[in-house]
């Protein structure tokens, strides 16, 4: 379970079939020490056209290419930060809220907190981390009937076309 909220650090806690007796909990968030340290004056990274350069790269490599995919939305680009590192060779990307993701192909809204995006170009690696919170969409009974579909297609799908076909040639 994450726990998050703006001004206080966020808290992960492990949930586990366990923990039975405990069937209620009490979540207590240390206010994030706003505080400035060591000051240094630097040029900054940040593209300042970063999206136009970078957007469609970092949407291929953070939600992907496939045909669901395909049907995802960020809503609110302008929240994506892109620094460049000639040096490393290296991708940066940050967002200074929630990414909010619309995929009308399994009807989810997605709130993402990223915490960072890297693409290292020397290796072809990314990776990144963050916290997502799925919220169900709302639709018409054939849309609520499609997203069902596509959902245990998604989840399982190859698992099931492999159960399919191995029955069927048994």
């Known amino acids: 379970m994450v726990v998050s909220y703006t001004g206080y650090e966020t808290k992960v806690i492990r949930i586990s079939k366990g923990n039975k007796e405990n069937d209620s909990m009490t979540v207590v968030l240390k206010e994030q020490d706003k505080s400035l340290g060591e000051v240094v004056v630097a040029g900054s990274a940040e593209v300042a056209d970063g999206w136009s350069k970078y957007g469609q790269f970092f949407l291929d490599n953070f939600i992907g290419t496939t045909p669901n995919a395909a049907q995802c939305v960020l809503e609110n680009k302008d929240a994506v930060k892109f620094y460049f590192y000639k040096k490393r060779n290296k991708l940066k990307v940050k967002a200074v ?3 909010v993701i619309t995929n009308n192909a399994l009807g989810y809204k997605i709130k993402y907190q990223l915490d960072s995006f890297v693409y290292e170009y020397g290796t072809n690696v990314s990776s990144y981390t963050g916290y997502p919170l ?5 639709g018409t009974p054939e849309q609520q009937d499609s997203w069902k579909q ?6 399982s799908g190859s698992r099931l076309h492999f159960i399919r076909s191995w029955s069927t040639v048994r």
């Open 134 to 138: 799925f919220e169900e969409m709302t």
């Open 97 to 99: 809220q929630d990414l």
């Open 150 to 155: 596509h959902r245990l297609y998604s989840y």
